[in-house]
């Protein structure tokens, strides 16, 4: 008897289930570099060097664990370029009895994988993949018996199950499940922001670098200075170094921006999270422990482990919840091609130039560049929410479509009709200003309403409420924003809506299909 187990590159994980309740000796192993996967969406060159280094690392890992593991490489002649093809390679080297598989994280992917059986005649097991705290149905459950999802409750059902900060008569630790008020402080002067840790490419990391580096040459994003861990125990030193050195700060200064500091007190820990090098549970628990031994406060501590245990596991539910027409979503009518600065970064906007910047060198930008900044613009812009997504799954290393769809379409775009948010995640300049140095570098002024000076986020703000005034106005949450609308003169509105307009209309759009095969993206 001869079980086939495939594993696919975000599924690094030693306790991976298809790896349980089975003898080395009745497995083999396949792993699968294919390109289909590196082009789907032209990633960013870091993208492709980590899942391809971390795969030929676990492989190894793997054969030194008395496992017998069939390898293909990206760039080996015979090398079909699909799962598929390889699974049929496979199959007919080994002659398996049955496939075993842990569900893939993405929506096309398990297409594929569901359509195995019939096209082998091969019996295939899909496990559940618990390395994630809330199982699919799990959630779908949950989904199905409220009338709108709401993330906090999701968010408090995860505490209670894993007893995270939870006191032992079942109560949150210091008495608020959400101490979100406490951690939007700007940047002040002076601060010392740790870098996170640095892993020195070795020899296998060293050799997929050529190998993307040639073979990717034209693909977004700068390969030098490449760091990332590559293997659970670099991994675990990462986390050990962000609980450290970063974790106490984090909650204060995380929705800060600061010009010419990449990471502030941000863990990047999520590509190793993403890939399986760690686990959930692992690096909520060590964030736990850190306020257990008061190495780090409360606040810092609830916030990071909300992003972990409640707001990663909730969109990855609302993904197989929404899937496949969520992907399509676009309830705006948004219909703007992307911008090309999102590409090149040639724009005097001082936000979005860092952003766009720290996307190219790092393949990262953290949460509030993404949704308040670049997803914030492109919203406000009317840019279709499928480019922008397109262009999220490209650019980001730690993007996969299960959670940046929903990021992407759900929250950043507002692009599901409100099933995700209950309000639109639009904000102006003051909001840009408030949060970061950006301002004061910048060619336009944060002060100026309108005219070709002022900042192009307080224009585009306005034209963008007026634009959707039917879909927006009733909301309770933005009862404020309209208030504020109606108050102004006639003339203090058209000036705004002509304001949008002549920016707008200075917008270059990328070439078609700049984020897919065929284009060569500079």
């Known amino acids: 008897m001869t079980i086939l187990i495939p594993i696919l590159g975000d599924q690094l994980s030693h306790g991976l289930a298809s790896l349980r309740d089975i003898a080395p000796t009745d497995a083999v192993v396949l792993m699968m570099e294919v390109a289909e996967e590196t082009v789907y969406v032209r990633h960013h060159k870091r993208k492709i060097t980590l899942v391809l280094s971390a795969m030929r690392h676990f492989a190894e890992e793997l054969r030194a664990a008395g496992w017998s593991v069939d390898y293909v490489a990206l760039d080996d002649p015979a090398n079909s370029g699909s799962f598929t093809g390889e699974i049929a390679s496979a199959v007919a080297r080994h002659r398996p009895t049955a496939i075993r598989i842990v569900e893939p994280g993405e929506w096309r992917v398990k297409m594929m994988v569901d359509s195995w059986a019939e096209q082998f005649g091969l019996q295939v097991e899909i496990l559940a993949d618990d390395r994630f705290l809330c199982g699919i149905l799990e959630f779908q459950t949950w989904a199905q018996a409220r009338e709108t999802l709401v993330m906090e409750y999701f968010y408090r059902e995860m505490r209670r199950k894993t007893g995270l900060l939870m006191t032992a008569d079942g109560k949150p630790e210091g008495g608020a499940w959400n101490l979100d008020k406490q951690n939007r402080a700007p940047p002040k002067q002076g601060l010392?922001?740790?870098?996170?840790?640095?892993?020195?490419p070795d020899a296998i990391t060293a050799s997929v670098m050529a190998l993307v580096a040639e073979r990717f040459a034209d693909h977004f994003g700068r390969l030098e200075g490449?760091?990332?861990?590559?293997?659970?125990?670099a991994a675990q030193l990462a986390l050990d170094h962000f609980v450290r050195s970063a974790l106490p700060d984090f909650g204060t200064y995380q929705d800060a921006m600061v010009t010419g500091q990449d990471w502030l007190f941000h863990s990047w820990l999520s590509p190793a999270l993403n890939l399986g090098l760690l686990t959930p549970l692992d690096v909520a628990t060590a964030a736990a422990q850190a306020y257990a031994r008061g190495d780090a406060p409360l606040n810092a501590v609830e916030g990071f482990i909300r992003q972990i245990i409640g707001w990663r596991e909730y969109v990855r539910g609302y993904y197989w919840l929404e899937m496949p027409e969520v992907a399509a979503a676009n309830a705006l009518g948004a219909d703007r091609p992307l911008p090309?600065?999102?590409?090149?970064?040639?724009?005097?906007?001082?936000?979005?130039?860092?952003?766009?910047?720290?996307?190219?060198?790092?393949?990262?930008?953290?949460?509030i560049q993404r949704l308040m900044v670049l997803g914030n613009f492109a919203m406000l812009a009317g840019v279709r929410p499928q480019d922008v997504a397109d262009w999220f799954l490209a650019v980001y290393v730690d993007a996969y479509e299960w959670v940046e769809l929903p990021n992407v379409i759900g929250m950043s775009q507002h692009a599901d009709g409100g099933r995700l948010a209950t309000k639109?995640?639009?904000?102006?300049?003051?909001?840009?200003?408030?949060?970061?140095?950006?301002?004061?570098?910048c060619r336009y002024?944060?002060?100026?309403?309108?005219?070709?000076?002022?900042?192009?986020?307080?224009?585009?703000?306005?034209d963008f409420l007026a634009r959707h005034e039917a879909a927006f106005r009733k909301n309770r949450r933005m009862a404020n924003m309209y208030g504020s609308w109606d108050r102004m003169?006639?003339?203090?509105?058209?000036?705004?809506?002509?304001?949008?307009?002549?920016?707008l209309a200075t917008l270059v759009p990328a070439a078609p299909g700049w984020a897919r095969q065929g284009f060569a993206q500079p």
């Open 445 to 462: 002024d944060v002060r100026q309403k309108t005219g070709a000076d002022a900042c192009p986020f307080n224009a585009l703000y306005w």
């Open 192 to 200: 010392n922001y740790p870098a996170p840790l640095h892993v020195d």
């Open 424 to 441: 639109p995640y639009a904000g102006g300049g003051a909001y840009i200003n408030r949060m970061s140095d950006h301002c004061r570098t």
């Open 226 to 233: 490449f760091g990332l861990p590559v293997t659970a125990a």
């Open 489 to 503: 003169t006639p003339a203090q509105r058209d000036g705004y809506r002509a304001s949008a307009a002549a920016f």
């Open 340 to 367: 090309d600065f999102y590409w090149t970064g040639a724009t005097e906007m001082r936000c979005l130039a860092e952003a766009v910047r720290n996307t190219r060198d790092h393949g990262y930008a953290h949460h």
